[in-house]
């Protein structure tokens, strides 16, 4: 697609200085301020405003952020921005203005990469999350409520939580900050001191102040190369409903299990997509491939591309006794 419209938009005095603050004030700037002064100044050329149109109206668009992670225009920003858009626009520093095509979504993780055409964007580069420390610098940067280009600093708060995205899949790893974040900001760029991208920004709880998250870069990164290349994530499926249950001692005991939760099988579908004959409704999961199973979401995140087509071996509890059975797992639709 080609660009089609150009706005311009009032630009600042784009000198080094700010009005009305000569040399030595700047240099009296501590060190803190500088560090984020610096950040931002790499990234911020490259982060974007995005207008989601639901209907091709503007009455119904909705708005978020993204980043560029090429020159070639591909864009980083969250599913749920995206999510049922008719039109999606998006809008650089510069003041351009370009139609964006969605490449690929995975509402599992709210990530999604969309691309405009062109040359030479500016574009950043994702940082290693897991090298991230709690009561480190962050920077948020992003467009709350249609504002553009605003920066919020603050520290990792929380690291390795796990956060349900708006799809209901659990997301692990997730970062949890108090960089302040507000609607728009979706889609934006977390940001470390180098101004490498270590996350990106997702959601904000509304009743619990300062708490805000933001999906990690080593998480993303492996989604956004799948979306690019092959349009989506492919995952594994085993083709159950289920739900968390607490186990009794005596179970626990009798079967000398680590854990004292286990999946109770409610549901399984028939329908030849997986070889789950083995499974039967009121079966309790508490191991997969070895490995001790507590909950959904740990099973959950276990169930991935690797294991399409693959046999596993399953532990359940029937009857009160652990018996191993075994199922072939799909790919999830």
Excluded at 219 to 229: N, P, Q, R, S
């Amino acid at each position: 697609m080609k660009k089609y419209k150009t706005i311009s938009y009032l630009q600042g005095n784009e000198s080094n200085t700010s009005p009305g603050v000569n040399q030595n004030e700047e240099s009296e700037l501590d060190s803190y301020s500088n560090t984020v002064i610096s950040a931002v100044d790499k990234v911020s050329p490259a982060v974007v405003q995005i207008i989601a149109y639901k209907n091709g109206n503007e009455k119904d668009a909705g708005g978020g952020s993204g980043f560029f992670i090429s020159s070639e225009g591909f864009i980083v920003t969250n599913s749920h921005v995206v999510a049922e858009a008719v039109k999606l626009e998006v809008r650089t520093p510069d003041g351009d203005v370009f139609l964006a095509e969605l490449k690929g979504n995975d509402p599992s993780t709210d990530v999604a990469v969309i691309k405009v055409y062109g040359k030479n964007f500016p574009s950043v580069k994702f940082g290693d999350s897991g090298k991230l420390r709690v009561g480190q610098l962050v920077v948020a940067i992003g467009n709350p409520y249609g504002f553009q280009y605003t920066v919020t600093a603050g520290v990792v708060s929380a690291l390795g939580r796990s956060m349900r995205s708006y799809a209901g899949r659990l997301i692990d790893n997730v970062i949890q900050t108090d960089a302040a974040l507000n609607p728009g900001n979706s889609g934006g760029p977390l940001i470390n001191s180098k101004g490498e991208v270590v996350g990106i920004n997702t959601a904000i709880i509304a009743s619990a102040q300062g708490l805000c998250f933001a999906v990690g870069s080593n998480t993303a990164e492996y989604v956004v190369g799948k979306l690019i290349m092959e349009g989506k994530v492919r995952r594994a499926f085993l083709g159950i409903e289920g739900q968390t249950i607490n186990l009794s001692k005596r179970i626990v005991n009798y079967n000398h299990l680590s854990m004292n939760k286990g999946i109770y099988i409610e549901r399984v579908e028939r329908n030849g997509r997986a070889g789950n004959s083995q499974l039967a409704p009121g079966d309790i999961i508490v191991g997969f491939n070895n490995i001790s199973i507590s909950s959904v979401d740990e099973l959950y995140l276990n169930l991935n591309e690797s294991l399409i087509g693959k046999v596993v071996e399953l532990e359940i509890l029937r009857n009160g006794i652990k018996t191993p059975v075994k199922a072939t797992l799909a790919e999830a639709a």
